[in-house]
């Protein structure tokens, strides 16, 4: 009987011990910036969910400066992180890094934007970003009624950060929708401005888009001529242009597209300011990459659902995508409020 009962308390020394272990676990968070509300509500959700795991948590915010990105994610690994889910300043940035993480056999998430240049990523999660933009340019398409309306409407173009890879497949989501109508006339881009590098945003920033939208105001719609529907491929960027708008433009106001339901932008589309934008719920992406973190530390197969679209130049990234679905006037208080995502009180 003794020697049963020392067995069983061995059984249970050891199961104590490897929850310990388990509980121990580090795992390093990597977010670009504070600036924009997205990082932050995406840095909350996933530190609690992966404490909310039994994981220890390291998060960290680079300040949109890419050295200070680098240096953070070095000291993660020095400081013992097991996996490391890093959401990219410029995807081709981190290589120092990221060739230290591999010297330490360290699993490597990228987090919504895809780490390029780099055979040291293991996996990436994100959002189905083409579709994100092709949602964009459907709904663009549908509000004008672009495939029976006579036109031509006059349409402006606001894209993403060139240092961002998925600013690329925003992008080219709605240019695929979009482009037969352009090619036809029935959609006609005064400023000429079309091709990727000439719409970009650096960083994203609102003050940058604003100042070309000014520009833009300035130069091609001073003599009263409509912008009829302005696509611009996430809300810092919408959110410059309606200021942009409110400040240098008389005419019929435009439909604007938007990405990532920003609370000012929630409210501006509450109010007519601008006519969606593209939701991601990061609880979604935040619960499947705390999903993934814990296939890696059991050793178990990872989910993945694409292994074809996302080359970083170097390999072919697995991936998990979610999917993205739009809030406008009409239905927020439905994905938005009713989701919990946000309270009324929030969007007063």
Do not use: H
Request: overall charge negative.
């Amino acid at each position: 009987m003794k020697k049963i009962l020392a067995v069983l308390i061995c059984a249970l020394l050891v199961v104590a011990s490897m929850g310990a272990m388990a509980e121990g676990q580090r795992v390093g968070v990597s977010m670009p910036t504070k600036d924009l509300q997205r990082w932050n509500q995406d840095g909350d959700n996933m530190k609690a969910n992966l404490e909310a795991a039994g994981y220890t948590v390291d998060l960290q915010y680079a300040s949109n400066d890419v050295q200070t990105q680098l240096s953070q994610i070095e000291n993660m690994i020095s400081e013992g992180a097991e996996v490391l889910v890093i959401a990219a300043i410029e995807g081709s940035s981190l290589g120092e890094a990221l060739s230290m993480a591999k010297e330490y056999e360290i699993p490597v998430i990228a987090y919504d934007r895809l780490l390029m240049e780099s055979d040291a990523v293991s996996y990436y999660a994100t959002f189905d970003n083409y579709k994100v933009g092709t949602v964009q340019g459907t709904y663009i398409k549908d509000a004008l009624d672009l495939d029976n309306a006579e036109g031509p409407f006059n349409l402006e173009i606001t894209a993403g950060d060139p240092g961002d890879n998925n600013a690329r497949y925003f992008y080219q989501g709605a240019i695929d929708v979009l482009n037969p109508y352009i090619e036809s006339g029935k959609l006609n881009i005064v400023s000429g401005q079309k091709e990727f590098n000439d719409v970009a945003t650096p960083t994203w920033q609102t003050k940058v888009a604003q100042d070309r939208a000014e520009n833009i105001l300035s130069s091609y719609y001073a003599d009263g001529t409509n912008v009829d529907v302005w696509l611009c491929s996430n809300d810092s960027t919408a959110l410059g242009v309606e200021n942009a708008l409110a400040a240098n433009y008389t005419g019929t106001y435009p439909i604007i597209t938007g990405q990532d339901c920003d609370i000012e932008n929630t409210k501006n589309m509450i109010a007519g300011k601008q006519s969606m934008s593209v939701f991601k719920d990061t609880r979604t992406l935040a619960e499947q990459v705390v999903k993934m973190v814990g296939q890696i530390l059991n050793g178990e197969t990872v989910d993945v659902n694409d292994t074809t679209t996302y080359d970083n130049n170097v390999i072919v990234v697995p991936s998990y995508l979610c999917d993205p679905v739009f809030a406008d006037a009409n239905n927020y208080k439905e994905i938005l409020i009713d989701s919990g995502y946000y309270t009324e009180d929030q969007l007063q």
